[in-house]
């Protein structure tokens, strides 16, 4: 069984940056695509970035239009988001997931191909 925990949520002013963490712990060979994905109340849940384990290849959601960079540190077993021109609309929880099987190869992220979830970290971009 696969453990992840976020980390490096916060409240930060538009056009601000955060980096967040996701470090996963446990059965690590059950962890190949390692995805955030974040949510407002009342909202679904929705994907953000993926990266894939096996040859660090990732995608993006087109809404991001490249203000966030995912990448990982397999000595550390963490991914990380690196959020940039934050926007108040990014404000949410953003959650970590991860799944031993999925390979990210650009079709949009869906909640339920992912195994694992972490408990999420809050975001608040505010003035």
């Known amino acids: 069984q696969v453990q992840l925990a976020e980390a490096g949520g916060g409240l930060v002013q538009p056009g601000g940056s955060l980096r967040l963490s996701c470090a996963y712990s446990?059965?690590?060979?059950?962890?190949?695509?390692i995805a955030w994905f974040r949510q407002v109340p009342g909202k679904e849940r929705e994907g953000v970035s993926c990266?894939?384990?096996?040859?660090?290849?990732?995608y993006y959601a087109n809404f991001l239009k490249g203000r966030f960079t995912i990448s990982r540190d397999g000595a550390k077993n963490t991914v990380y988001l690196q959020m940039s021109s934050l926007r108040p609309e990014d404000t949410a929880v953003y959650y970590c997931?991860?799944?031993?099987?999925?390979?990210?190869?650009?079709?949009?992220?869906?909640?339920?191909?992912?195994?694992?979830w972490g408990q999420g970290t809050q975001v608040t971009v505010s003035s």
């Open positions: 997931a991860a799944d031993p099987e999925l390979y990210c190869d650009g079709n949009e992220l869906n909640v339920l191909d992912f195994r694992s």
């Open positions: 446990g059965s690590t060979l059950e962890v190949h695509a």
């Open positions: 990266i894939n384990r096996s040859d660090g290849s990732t």
